[in-house]
């Protein structure tokens, strides 16, 4: 039954909390606010596209949060970022009795250590790269003398998706290495996780998750790069399209089968079964697909693509997921494509600046949305206020129509010395026969 919704769950007029202020927030926000099960919606503390529903907590404020829900009789509280679920903001609401989407502290180790995340598909038999972790440098240089380049190091801890080095040369390998355990990201590279390089197409698959049913949404390829062709930084994501042409049901059931569910089945036994969104970073390789790494929680930006596409509702998955009823539900996913070029200001992801005034068109259709992440009002301006500040999310017939879409919009934006690339996509258009 598609979207089906838990009689339970049917009542009406829902009160629903969103915890963050990302392009990924402001997309919930937006599906969310779509849906007859909601009549109050909250983001704390959101960006200036979510103004309307703003509420001045920020998302590591936990103990204000706590209040916050109870205060307001929050019915659901969602949480888009991994600091406050690495925090344990989900075992604190729970332990006051209030209904919240996302793993526990103790699952969503699952990305807050790669250590962990490593052993977890070790103990699942999920196929991964093969790998070795280090706290202590000089060991971790010798294993790199011995192995060579190419090769991955990785800090162990939460790094804003920076704390990864994929060198193609010896010398990045040291240098990698003498970065993340120097202390450029804190306790976070104390210790190091070097691993075996993968070739092959990158893809996200995001699931919801309720400790035993895994439920996959659109798959989505990200460009991680900040510049065109997938050069210079690691970024958290400079663009998506979904689906990506390569991606095919069969595909999908063995990421499910081999991955997803072995990993819900040890995350079980271990007392810490995992809820929330369970995100598999791919890499489909010539021997299948194999697992770069997991995120507990959705992608940005992922999200602007995958609501864009989500037909049927929201508010009934979220809550079939943290009630253990997932198993019944069913979602209705367009067969439309959608692209989102996200637009950055300059010097991203090093240092920019904050405060350029931006002015957006008006758009007036449902499939062609600008969703805010980094921005705020200043006397009623809107402003940059982050690294990543916009994120141009179009659905249409076709991958191509999309981009098309999309670019011209940014055209018709006035955000002084932005940065974006203009290939989002093009690889899946290069995809296409
Ligand atoms: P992660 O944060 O682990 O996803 O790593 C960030 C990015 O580094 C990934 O999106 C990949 O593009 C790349 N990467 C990570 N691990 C590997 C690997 N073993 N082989 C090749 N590229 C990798
Ligand atoms: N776009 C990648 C992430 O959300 O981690």
Sequence with gaps: MTGLVPEKNSAKGKKILIVGSGGREHALAWKISQSPLCNELYV???????????????ADQITELVRFAKEKEIDLTVVGPEDPLS?????????????????????????????????????????????????????????????????????????AGKGVIVATLFDEAIEGVEKIMGGAFGSAGNEVVIEEYLEGQEVSLLCFCDGITALPMVAVQDHKRALNGDMGLNTGGMGTY????????????????KIALPTLQVMRQKGTPFTGVLFLGLMITSQGPKLLEYNVRFGDPETQVVMTLLQSDLVPVLEACTEGCLAQVENEWSKDTAVCVVMASQGYPGDYSKGVPIRLPQLNNDHEVIFHAGTSLDNGVLVSSGGRVLGITVRGSSLKKARESAYRIIEKIDFPNAHYRSDIGIKGLKGIK
Excluded: C
Excluded at 44 to 58: F, R, S
Excluded at 245 to 255: A, D, G, M, N, S
């Design 44 to 58: 704390a503390p959101g960006n200036a596209g979510t103004e309307k529903w703003n509420v001045p907590i920020k």
């Design 87 to 159: 925090m344990g903001i989900v075992d604190s609401f729970q332990s006051e009795g209030l209904k919240i989407f996302g793993p526990s502290r103790e699952a969503a180790k699952l990305e807050s250590s790669k250590a962990f995340a490593k052993a977890i598909m070790y103990e699942a038999h999920v196929p991964t790269a093969e790998y070795r972790t280090f706290q202590v440098k000089e060991e971790a240089l010798e294993y790199i003398g011995k192995i060579g380049a190419p090769i991955v190091i990785k800090a162990d801890g939460l790094a």
């Design 242 to 257: 979904s689906p990506p042409p390569f991606w095919t049901r069969e595909l999908e059931k063995e990421v499910i089968d």
